[in-house]
Structure formats: structure tokens, C-alpha cells
């Protein structure tokens, strides 16, 4: 199969290098070419929970899509959500009608940006929606990334539902070492996400720590759970089947399993680049609306993020 994974950060990277060595022929897709270089001269170099390092050099690498030639069957867009628009405008040249997208983006609303984006005069991918989380994932240099777990990837019709594409794709990234699932919900599992997300993602990068240390400190740790429980009960109100009770246990479970790492937020504002806040914390807001209710904890710690921001 013929993969191109747009966007080769550090979980991009993790796809690239997993689903090549799988066999398929893989398209590595990033501006950054110290990266790339690194990539085609030393191979991806991933760094495992317990630090051991594997090389994967089977990764073709391009700074634009139009670098591959003819189309391709499977996007695996790994761009952060503030990028979607710039990425997916790019993408005519390898779409056609058999291509499937799957968008990977943090947050809510990834479909809709992604059939927004795409140009108008290209063909139309099936979209898919993928969520991955507790990975943990950080990039340690050109051609080098570090994970803290290898944890679940999902995937699903942005409008629910079973189908085939949805299993096959599962199947592909099991077969690639991945542990992938196809659910008939997905949007439960997005929520599910988001709600971690909100909690760990903005209070890090406000107070600058990796999520144990935030977690370390009561008075911080309470004001992430009242981020987090405050979109809970936004995603209550809208009808969201969560499968758990207990929100704030889900969310302290999920912390512990990645209180090594350093959210993307807080590493993008370490970089002084602009950071996905509008679909994390800052998307709370605009959920909360729909509903009638006010996300008051959220707009606080968006507006510092925002802030900071501005003076980058």
C-alpha cells in the first residue's frame, strides 16, 4: 500500500516508521528538512518506555506532497489542527477516489476542518476519523523520537456507525505492531479523549510541568480537574455515552500512565510556536455554548495560553 503520513513530528514519525516496516511504501511529509535529512541518512531513530533505540530506514521522505508521484491510497494526517488548513490544501495531487484520509487531530472537529480544507477541484478521499492516545510521544531531535507507551489507536466513521474500510483499517495498523481498534463510536471515544486533553494540556503549559509534576502539586492538580470535569459535564449535557462514571478517576488513571510526559502544548510554547489551544481548551467555550452552559475554568487558562502566545 501506498501511505502518506503529512505531518512527521513525533507521533507522525511513529507512524511512518511503524507502517513502513510493515512493508508498505511510506512518504514521511514535512517542512522540516533537518528532519528529513536526518531520516534518509541515519534512518528514524524511536526511543522506547525503557530507552532502547531501534533504527526504521525504510521511510521515503518529502518537503511537499507534489514530491510523490501519482496518488496514494492511504493520508494519515498527523498535522497539529492549526495546520490542517495549510496541510490538506496541498493534497490534490496525490488524492484520488479511492484514497482514504484519516485524520488523526487532537481535539473536536477534525473532519470538519479536514472536508473544509480539501481543495475544491481535487478528488474527494473518504474520511476517516483516527484518535490516538497515552502515547506520550516527544520529539528528541532531527530524525529521533521518544515514546513513553505504545497504547491504543482507534478508528472510526465520523458519523458512527460499523463498516468494512473501518475494520480493514484496524487491521492494517495491527499488522504494522499497533494495538488498533475499529469502533462504531468513535465520537465517545474523541470526548473521552478530549476531556484529558483539556485537563493536562493547558494547566501544563501554564504552570510549565510534565504531568506527574502537575500532578504533584494539589493546588494545580485542582485546578486541571476542574478543567477537565467542567468538559465532562459539557459532554454530558450533550448526550456523549461516556463509559465510565467516575471522570475525574478516569482522568487521574489516564495521568498516571503518562506522568513522564510533557503535553504537545506545553513542548510547542517551550519552542515559542503557537499551539493547539483554539480545539483543546479553547474548544470548551465554544461546546459549552451549544448547550447553554458557561466553561468558566477553561476560558481562564485559554486566555493565559492565548496570552502568552501573543508575545511569541
Known amino acids: 500500500m501506498r501511505i502518506a503520513v503529512i505531518g512527521a513530528g513525533s507521533m507522525g514519525s511513529i507512524y511512518a516508521a511503524l507502517l513502513s516496516e510493515a512493508g508498505h511504501e511510506v512518504w514521511a511529509v514535512d517542512p522540516n528538512t533537518q528532519h528529513l535529512e536526518a531520516i534518509r541518512n541515519e534512518g528514524l531513530i524511536l526511543y522506547g518506555p525503557s530507552g532502547e533505540a531501534a533504527a526504521y530506514r525504510r521511510i521515503l521522505t518529502a518537503s511537499d506532497p507534489e514530491a510523490i508521484e501519482g ?17 490538506v490544501s496541498t493534497l490534490g ?17 477534525a473532519g470538519e476542518r479536514v472536508e473544509a480544507a480539501l481543495p475544491a477541484d481535487a478528488a474527494q478521499p473518504r474520511i476517516v476519523l483516527g484518535v490516538a492516545q497515552g502515547f506520550g510521544a516527544a520529539m528528541r531531535g532531527p530524525g529521533s523520537v521518544t515514546y513513553a507507551n505504545m497504547n491504543l489507536l482507534r478508528f472510526g466513521e465520523p458519523f458512527g456507525g460499523e463498516s468494512a474500510p473501518i475494520s480493514n483499517i484496524a487491521k492494517l495498523w495491527s499488522e504494522a505492531g499497533f494495538r488498533a481498534e475499529a469502533l462504531a463510536d468513535i465520537r465517545q471515544l474523541i470526548w473521552e479523549k478530549f476531556i484529558c486533553n483539556v485537563t493536562l494540556s493547558g494547566p501544563c503549559t501554564i504552570f510549565g510541568t510534565t504531568v506527574g509534576e502537575l500532578q504533584a502539586v494539589p493546588e494545580r492538580w485542582h485546578i486541571a480537574l476542574a478543567c477537565g470535569l467542567e468538559a465532562y459535564r459539557i459532554g454530558l449535557a450533550q448526550g456523549i455515552d461516556f463509559t465510565f462514571e467516575d471522570a475525574e478517576e478516569h ?17 510547542d ?13 479553547g474548544r470548551v467555550a465554544v461546546e459549552a455554548s451549544k448547550c447553554g452552559l458557561s466553561s468558566p475554568w477553561n476560558t481562564t487558562v485559554s486566555a493565559i495560553v492565548r496570552a502568552r502566545e501573543a508575545g511569541f
Open 93 to 109: 495531487p496525490i488524492i484520488d477516489s479511492t484514497t482514504t484520509l484519516i485524520a488523526m487531530q487532537n481535539g473536536l472537529g
Open 251 to 267: 482522568i487521574t488513571s489516564f495521568a498516571h500512565k503518562v506522568a513522564d510526559a510533557k503535553p504537545s502544548m506545553l513542548q
Open 71 to 87: 496518488t496514494v491510497d492511504l493520508i494519515v494526517l498527523a498535522t497539529k489542527s492549526n495546520h490542517v488548513q495549510a496541510a
Open 269 to 281: 510554547h517551550e519552542a515559542r510556536r503557537p499551539s493547539e489551544i483554539d480545539v483543546i481548551n
